[in-house]
């Protein structure tokens, strides 16, 4: 992290304002910090830097199998990696927002391996991202270089800045799996400053989708240690990919959902990287500590009761998608 990133943060504890750097393990040619501290001058709280990210909650909590994933898939569903545009084409399919935006402050929210702010980052706008996981430091291999991040560890719950601080905030794939998503909702919401916007997405909520096999297995998979689960899909994708891939060719989506995998052939990814993401996202469906989806109606009601204007809430490419802007 650069040193004029500090000034950004207030304390998560008594919500100040007043960091400073304890350390002097900078990088010379960069002027990254590496290693030190932060500390609050007002209530002596202190968070550690390690490996250039600042860490704003403790290294264990309910996002392990997300740290778990993306540093095993850290280049998966990367379009620098893959040759395609496919989360490039999410990104602005969601948002509606333009290609270029320097000088613009965007607050990531759950950023895992860093698809998305690999993205964000190439519009020029200043990124401040961060997720609940260690999946901060395959993102920081992947995206650590750009003079115009600023990544950090924190929690979506007590994100470490003042209200009303960014001209958009953009949270995709992640609200469904913290504890509490109306909670995390109007905790990004309160980020966003006058006249800026916030988008994001959510699994949604439907009696056809809980009758999906995600949801009839979760009771069991999400207690199976996160190595012993993620080698069952690995032998599980490789066993079954290859009928799959020909069930979404003859059925389409109906097809695709008759076996317990997600598959993703119809994207024109190659066969390798097919089973990578195979992999990624089945694991990624079954693993999670959380997974609570809602409904266009309750995500309309989340951004009315937030007081946002020129509400969009609509069905997107992985649920629910809601965006909104503050008013002035």
Same mark, same amino acid.
């Given at each position: 992290?650069?040193?004029?990133?500090?000034?950004?943060?207030?304390?998560?504890?008594?919500?100040?304002?007043?960091?400073?750097?304890?350390?002097?393990?900078?990088?010379?040619?960069?002027?990254?910090?590496?290693?030190?501290?932060?500390?609050?001058?007002?209530?002596?709280?202190?968070?550690?830097?390690?490996?250039?990210?600042?860490?704003?909650?403790?290294?264990?909590?309910?996002?392990?199998?997300?740290?778990?994933?993306?540093?095993?898939?850290?280049?998966?569903?990367?379009?620098?990696?893959?040759?395609?545009?496919?989360?490039?084409?999410?990104?602005?399919?969601?948002?509606?927002?333009?290609?270029?935006?320097?000088?613009?402050?965007?607050?990531?929210?759950?950023?895992?391996?860093?698809?998305?702010?690999?993205?964000?980052?190439?519009?020029?706008?200043?990124?401040?991202?961060?997720?609940?996981?260690?999946?901060?430091?395959?993102?920081?291999?992947?995206?650590?270089?750009?003079?115009?991040?600023?990544?950090?560890?924190?929690?979506?719950?007590?994100?470490?800045?003042?209200?009303?601080?960014?001209?958009?905030?953009?949270?995709?794939?992640?609200?469904?799996?913290?504890?509490?998503?109306?909670?995390?909702?109007?905790?990004?919401?309160?980020?966003?400053?006058?006249?800026?916007?916030?988008?994001?997405?959510?699994?949604?909520?439907?009696?056809?989708?809980?009758?999906?096999?995600?949801?009839?297995?979760?009771?069991?998979?999400?207690?199976?240690? *996160?190595?012993?689960?993620?080698?069952?899909?690995?032998?599980?994708?490789?066993?079954?990919?290859?009928?799959?891939?020909?069930?979404?060719?003859?059925?389409?989506?109906?097809?695709?959902?008759?076996?317990?995998?997600?598959?993703?052939?119809?994207?024109?990814?190659?066969?390798?990287?097919?089973?990578?993401?195979?992999?990624?996202?089945?694991?990624?469906?079954?693993?999670?500590?959380?997974?609570?989806? *809602?409904?266009?109606?309750?995500?309309?009601?989340?951004?009315?009761?937030?007081?946002?204007?020129?509400?969009?809430?609509?069905?997107?490419?992985?649920?629910?998608?809601?965006?909104?802007?503050?008013?002035?």
């Amino acid at each position: 992290m650069k040193q004029e990133h500090i000034q950004r943060f207030c304390c998560t504890v008594c919500k100040e304002s007043v960091l400073r750097f304890q350390g002097n393990e900078i990088d010379g040619k960069s002027g990254q910090i590496k290693t030190g501290n932060l500390l609050c001058m007002k209530c002596g709280t202190c968070y550690p830097i390690a490996g250039h990210i600042a860490r704003f909650v403790e290294p264990e909590n309910y996002a392990g199998s997300f740290g778990f994933q993306w540093n095993i898939h850290r280049k998966t569903q990367l379009d620098s990696y893959s040759g395609l545009t496919i989360s490039h084409d999410r990104v602005f399919e969601v948002t509606g927002w333009p290609e270029q935006m320097k000088g613009e402050q965007i607050l990531e929210a759950g950023s895992g391996a860093g698809r998305f702010t690999e993205v964000l980052l190439s519009t020029g706008a200043e990124v401040n991202s961060f997720d609940y996981s260690d999946a901060v430091e395959a993102n920081w291999k992947s995206n650590g270089h750009h003079s115009n991040l600023n990544l950090f560890q924190g929690d979506i719950f007590s994100i470490p800045f003042e209200d009303y601080s960014f001209d958009k905030v953009f949270c995709l794939g992640v609200i469904q799996h913290t504890p509490d998503p109306e909670l995390a909702f109007s905790s990004l919401a309160a980020k966003v400053r006058p006249g800026g916007e916030l988008v994001i997405d959510v699994y949604a909520s439907s009696i056809l989708s809980l009758l999906r096999w995600k949801y009839l297995l979760r009771p069991i998979t999400k207690h199976i240690g *996160r190595e012993r689960l993620y080698h069952i899909v690995e032998k599980v994708v490789d066993a079954i990919l290859p009928l799959a891939t020909r069930l979404r060719r003859v059925g389409g989506r109906v097809g695709a959902r008759l076996l317990p995998i997600v598959e993703y052939s119809h994207l024109g990814l190659p066969d390798k990287l097919n089973r990578e993401w195979a992999i990624l996202d089945t694991f990624d469906m079954y693993s999670p500590a959380h997974d609570h989806p *809602r409904s266009l109606a309750v995500v309309r009601g989340w951004f009315e009761c937030a007081g946002f204007e020129r509400v969009e809430v609509k069905r997107g490419p992985n649920g629910v998608v809601g965006r909104g802007v503050r008013p002035l």
